[in-house]
């Protein structure tokens, strides 16, 4: 059996709160809630909050799920907190926006859709669904008043994502106050033990939720805060679908599997180390094999993207991803893969136009740039001629755009 | 029958607003307002809003009723408006105070003694009393949130109250944005054309009202900000119970005459101003009576004191007040009125127990400092020894504290 100081190392692995003083107080805190939860002889509480308004999750989410699993794998309780209140309320700056109010049925289809894609992590059968707006939605202005009251002005602008704002003069609209305040009561109503979160949850977590649970007689919950977020796909920037870096959990094995060959190879270790959960002496194997040529890092880049592609799509969708790789950019031939789609051409067209109703650009901007970068290629030839047309006399043709798209026309 | 203008004149006099251009703005709309009312023929309906936590008035906020007077007796629809919704929930920064939330009957019975108060400027016949308890406690969190999203941090950190505090660091509470949040709500659950406040009210009537108002598809309401307010008997300090420099509505006709006549004489005139509604034409000759000597401060303010306590306690009220104002202080006896509150002494007793025990004095220190300015008189002699005792052997005797209150002691 796994002694709590065990537990504790693995489950304090990868937290950060900007200072180290405060690491060692939820240390103390977590290890002292271990001690006494074991000896009521319960699980603790554990919980990570979601929110459903894009429901497509991306690798980026899946940091606090894995951490979430942790706690799982030491027989804890996990919640899945599904943030429906926001979506059934919408988010009020956008006036016009009507359609960012979603109603009780497309959350609830949000909230399946998103829980879905957790259990390709977490552990179903130790995993409860929660949805907040159960709890937000009964509170009356007094309710809030009353939580409100245990927090200063002063304290939410401390918050890095205010403070700046404040500072350039940029607007904080009030409302935007009540997501910490609604996060604070989320754990409240779970009587939470434990909160997992991402840096930007730091203040909802530690300060709001910890002090809401205080003021209402609750034990604060230990914060686990992720110190480091998983690069986007140009690993620089944060992973994120509005930075259009992310790789979607969803999307085909194929698709997962190329974005993560697409990745740099310096972001490789991060990739490992939060996605694989890598520790450090795996870590250290892999840069030492990648600086002394030992290893190759297109060879260490196709088993990440393996082995990712495997969690979510298990060892069939990764060895299929796998094979349309090889085939596309290791064949001697003409590099071109057999299960291509097709399509018909009956009369003179445009390339532009061809490619343009198959959805494979989207514009004729971004089809010149194409070309311009050589990544238009007619029967693996670039074309330089923006203007070019295929007529039926020309095929069979494959048309390829970028390194991975390809058509048959016929 | 009052023209526009003639009303115009009226009801914008005393407003003020810290900038002309603003003045000039509300006059404009008040203005398009009277108009628009008088074509539609109906009156324009007009508010102030009062908390009700301390049930009792005084003369400070006799200034915005007054204003309320004006507009009902050029026929416009007056709503008194009791600010029910905070007692019903309490000041929540005062933890342990739970006396501070009051019951639905506490409310109900506080807001029969306000309007009691109020009757005393306010025609009853044309004021309709409303509760905000009935639309603001029936708001959802959702409904906050969306109120809210019509506001940024930083225009409430623009209010003067808050932006001062704000600069010394000192704590702004998160509940006491929205003070402003339900006085804005207010004015559009009344859908009211004009609300009248203090220069403390500048910033939830002229900017949250009328904002919420305006985002809710309403008109925004004409503020009426009364530019000055009363001072206290020290005749510095706006009136208030807390700087304990007020004259409250509800006491007995001679303590509010002899508050009249406790103040500074140089602040006479504000006060025929504020609370006799003097236009400057009569002020103007109040001041040169008083300068070149024609008139005795005295005199003017014996009749100031008489005139206000008439409006309060009417006629006989104002006589007997007088009356007992002229034994005390121009007898050529004792000094002693002859109506004076009667107690048994029947053994040795320091006379601060006995003061004490009657609730003359509040506390040993103030019955010493009192010994010490001579405020204390046995028999109109003043006492020295703070220690003095009285025996049933000196028996009559009459104690007086400070120039108003006596016992005597039998």
Redesign the interface.
Known sequence: MTTIDEQLDVLMSGAAYGDPQTKENMRAELRERLIEAEKEGRPLRVYAGYDPRKPDLHLGHTITMRKLRQFQDFGHEVIFLVGT?TS??GD??DKGEARDQLTMDEVEENAQTYAAQAFKILDPEKTTIRRNHEW???????????M??N????Q??TREN?SKR?DV?A?????E??YAL?QAYDAVALETDVQVGGQDQLFNILVAGRKLQSAMGQKPQVAIIMGESLPGTDGSEKMSKSAGNHIPLMGEPWDMFGKVMSIPDDAMPIYHKLILGWQAEQLAELEKGLSDGSLHPNEAKMRLAREITMIFHGEDGAEAAQQRWDEVFRSKGDGIPDDIPESQLTEEKKVLDILRDLNMVSSGKEFKQLVQNGGIRVNSEKIDDAQMTLTPGDLPAVVQVGKRKFVRLV
Chains 1, 2 share one sequence.
Do not use: C, E, N, R
Request: zero cysteines; proline letters at 6%.
């Open positions: 209140f059934l309320i009020p700056s937000l939605s009964g509170l009356t202005f007094a309710d809030v008043i009353h409100a009251s927090f200063t002005v002063q939410f602008l205010f404040f003069g607007p904080i609209y009030l409302h106050f009540f609604m």
